[in-house]
């Protein structure tokens, strides 16, 4: 019998600033991974659903690319020393090819706490964008201060990263809109536009950093249930099944942040001045949760679950638009979240996107429930990708 287990809790020390100043210290604020998993027993063999199910449900095994000449950023904390003997083990159990380096930002240490997100982030990207140039930054430790500087890194030369997936947070705080800086109207050191992209958080209805971001694409949690049968011998066949919101799908209103006007009128029915999370989702349930394979601290095959799937799965996603776009001519993404919700207020809205229409993240009403629609749980949905994909590659830049 599963049991579904807590990593890790979503912890923010408590830091006093002179009201004067009203910026938060960022090296006494830290982040925590929104992962959990749905056994804690090493597995010999992978369980949950498997890369070829992923692509098959979305339509990711209709888009014509794999990432190639693109960078993707997976910005963790600390050092896994497995890392790379992980990810290759993992490539070699379902037939993939992918070339992951790691950059460490400072001098982190070992710490196998962060080392199954930082596999899972890894394996994800390698599954679903694997001819992307894929960067692990280890941050010199889960203090925003160092995590950003990671992130700062991964978009500067000579590593230019045009998405960049996030899979932690922190609690909302006075002030964080100061580090905003971080994700709003960035270039790589190549003059390309950045996508940033991070994890809504595990806990139900409330709102974590750096998700709340305006300029950042909040990922939410669903619960993906497959057909009984594996994919057939077509690998185009796309097999969706059934996906209802996650009841651990962080979401809700910002206490802090401003609406972007892109979100107006989508979460107009609870606010039109505050930042709506999330914008999108994707399975996250761990019990339909994604095999990672880790050896430092779990020995082997673990089925994982959180919106540090989401996360990365959708920063590959739009990994694979941008290698689109540069082979069509075209520059990378620049306003993502704002194509997105265009896309959403568009006449095609349910064939680019999955409307998630029911489960709840809470018992606070309208803003826990899942409903027709933009939702305070699952944002707009998930990604019918082998369509929307198009949409984003043809979005202006």
């Known amino acids: 019998m599963k049991r579904t287990v807590w990593l890790a809790g979503l912890t923010l020390a408590a830091v006093a600033i002179p009201l004067i100043a009203q910026i938060p210290d960022g ?22 659903v498997l890369p070829v ?8 095994n209709r888009i014509p690319s794999q990432g190639a000449g693109q960078t993707i950023a997976l910005i963790d904390a600390f050092v896994d020393p497995n890392i790379l003997s992980d990810v290759a083990e993992y490539a070699s159990t379902f037939h993939l090819s992918c070339s992951p380096t790691v950059v460490q930002v400072g001098s982190p240490t070992d710490n196998s706490g962060w080392a199954l997100e930082e596999s899972l982030d890894v394996e994800q990207a390698c599954a679903l964008a694997p001819q992307a140039n894929i960067i692990l930054f280890e941050a010199n430790s889960n203090s925003f201060t160092d995590l950003l500087t990671a992130v700062s890194v991964a978009v500067s030369s000579p590593y230019n990263a045009t998405v960049v997936s996030m899979s932690w947070g922190g609690s909302e705080f006075e002030g964080e809109n100061t580090f905003d800086s971080y994700f709003c109207n960035i270039t790589n050191g190549n003059g390309q536009a950045v996508t940033f992209v991070a994890s809504s958080g595990d806990g139900g209805h409330g709102v974590i950093y ?27 066949t796309i097999r969706y099944g059934i996906e209802t919101a996650w009841s651990d799908s962080g979401g809700g209103l910002s206490g802090y942040e401003a609406q972007p006007t892109w979100q107006n ?6 606010s039109t001045t505050a930042r709506c999370v999330p914008d999108i989702a994707s399975d996250s349930n761990p019990n339909t949760g994604v095999p990672v394979y880790d050896t430092y601290g779990y020995g082997g095959w673990v089925q994982v679950g959180g919106t540090s799937v989401a996360s990365p799965d959708w920063a590959s996603f739009f990994t694979l638009v941008n290698a689109i776009r ?10 993502a979240a704002q194509d997105l919700y265009t896309a959403y207020y568009s006449a095609n809205y349910l064939t ?9 993240n809470g018992s606070c009403g309208s803003q ?7 939702d305070l749980v699952t944002g707009i949905g998930s990604y019918q990708a082998n369509i929307l994909y198009s949409v984003l590659v043809a979005a202006a830049m």
């Open 27 to 48: 090296t006494r604020i830290f982040a925590t991974p929104p992962i959990v998993l749905a056994s804690v027993t090493n597995n010999s063999t992978p369980t949950g």
């Open 53 to 60: 199910e992923f692509k098959s449900a979305y339509g990711f």
């Open 210 to 236: 750096p998700s709340s971001s305006p300029c950042v694409i909040a990922a939410g949690g669903t619960t993906l249930s497959l057909p009984s049968a594996l994919p057939g011998p077509n690998p185009f």
């Open 265 to 270: 009128p989508a979460c107009s029915t609870w």
């Open 326 to 335: 540069a082979g069509n001519g075209n520059g990378t993404l620049s306003q």
């Open 352 to 360: 680019d996107f999955h409307d998630i229409t029911s489960g709840t």
């Open 368 to 374: 826990c429930t899942a409903g027709t629609g933009y």
